[in-house]
């Protein structure tokens, strides 16, 4: 996608792959700001702080951090150490685990010495991958749109949580991607933007919107239930961190309050899913997946420019008030309407689901 008239991808290898790239999304929307990275260390503080964020791009991002590491140690002991440090950054979203199996695998069973150049290659690949996955999603959500539109006779009133736009994948995102395919197709779409407090991620959306000329209108979280039931909005798009083989999905906290008002009120509710979100081992999302806790400063402090347009915090809870800050929750099948992949589009349920699933697992699993 564009910023200005530039293309940019939200992270990106120098041509000697001596450094990585990436768009400092704690900078946004105020400043946009690019950071090189050129150590395992700064790639995995980078995830950490969520200077890169959303499932596909941490994926991706923890990719290039393996073969940053193994520039300077490429023995066995320092692909495991770079594996282990990348996979502690963030324990909720599949595809950082899924993207450092895949590098490690493909690694182990390489002589030390062909290592860092496979690293990196195996790293663009799943980058250019992510593009790909996302694109398709795009067309097969856009038709969705197309659809809604043709029925309605007006332009499609959609609601978004927290963000999975092009800056939280490597390119097109997941939720945007249907969003600017339909919108360049003339069909009319007006885009409900959840703030999605404590980070305010809804504010990424909206400035890639507004970048890509988007009609949309930023609301607070808890704004969403009321206009679905004025009829103010006829579908649901979120994106997701994890999807069981059930087609449970943990997503961004909010995500299941969104689902339980889209059911009470008949509006359809899909997650944007590219296959490597979906994670098979999982058959209690309750009991299974690990829910992140972030730090309580997140939301004790708001973060935003004053008056005069300068970098500001504000303080809205003293120190001394406990805090719980949960960054995921996980919504039920039964209220997923459906999954957008890049495969197409399937109910929530695992008997839809299996023929996405790859046969070395499938083989190998007793489905229930």
């Given at each position: 996608m564009k910023v200005g008239d530039r293309h940019f991808r939200s992270l990106w290898?120098?041509?000697?792959?001596?450094?990585?790239?990436?768009?400092?999304?704690?900078?946004?929307?105020?400043?946009?700001?690019?950071r090189a990275l050129s150590t395992l260390e700064e790639t995995a503080e980078a995830i950490r702080a969520m200077r890169v964020r959303g499932a596909p791009l941490i994926g991706v991002a923890a990719a290039f951090g393996v073969a940053l590491a193994l520039e300077r140690d490429n023995s066995d002991a320092g692909l495991k150490r770079a594996v282990a440090t990348l996979k502690a950054t963030r324990p909720?979203?599949?595809?950082?685990?899924?993207?450092?199996?895949?590098?490690?695998q493909k690694l182990l069973a390489l002589k030390p010495?062909?290592?860092?150049?496979?690293?990196?290659?195996e790293a663009q690949a799943i980058a250019d991958e992510d593009v790909a996955l996302n694109e398709a999603i795009g067309r097969h959500g856009a038709k969705l749109i197309e659809k809604l539109y043709l029925k309605l006779k007006r332009p499609v009133n959609v609601l978004t949580h927290c963000n999975?736009?092009?800056?939280?994948?490597?390119?097109?995102?997941?939720?945007?991607?249907?969003?600017?395919?339909?919108?360049?197709?003339k069909v009319p779409v007006h885009?409900?933007?959840?703030?999605?407090?404590?980070r305010n991620q809804g504010l990424l959306t909206a400035w890639e919107l507004a970048s890509h000329g988007v009609p949309h209108t930023l609301i607070t979280d808890n704004a969403g239930g009321h206009l679905m039931q004025r009829g103010q909005v006829d579908l649901v798009l979120v994106g997701a961190d994890r999807v069981t083989r059930h087609g449970?999905?943990?997503?961004?906290?909010?995500?299941?309050?969104?689902?339980?008002?889209?059911?009470?009120?008949?509006?359809?509710?899909?997650?944007?899913?590219?296959?490597?979100?979906?994670?098979?081992?999982?058959?209690?999302?309750?009991?299974?997946?690990?829910?992140?806790?972030?730090a309580p400063e997140e939301v004790r402090i708001v973060r935003g420019l004053d008056v005069h347009g300068v970098p500001s915090e504000v303080a809205i809870a003293s120190p001394a008030t406990p805090v719980a800050n949960p960054a995921f929750d996980v919504t039920p099948a039964e209220f997923v309407t459906g999954l957008i992949t890049e495969k197409g589009v399937f109910k929530a349920s695992e008997r839809d689901l299996i023929v996405l699933w790859p046969k070395s697992h499938r083989d190998q699993a007793y489905l229930t």
């Open positions: 290898a120098d041509a000697p792959r001596a450094r990585v790239h990436i768009i400092d999304q704690t900078r946004l929307p105020y400043a946009f700001e690019t909720t979203a599949v595809n950082l685990a899924w993207a450092l199996g895949r590098v490690e010495l062909k290592r860092t150049e496979a690293a990196w290659t999975a736009g092009w800056i939280a994948t490597v390119d097109w995102g997941t939720v945007t991607a249907p969003l600017y395919m339909a919108h360049d197709q885009v409900w933007v959840d703030e999605t407090r404590p449970d999905v943990c997503n961004k906290i909010g995500t299941y309050l969104k689902a339980l008002a889209a059911q009470a009120n008949g509006i359809p509710f899909y997650a944007c899913v590219p296959t490597p979100t979906i994670d098979w081992s999982i058959t209690d999302a309750l009991a299974q997946i690990p829910i992140e806790e972030r």
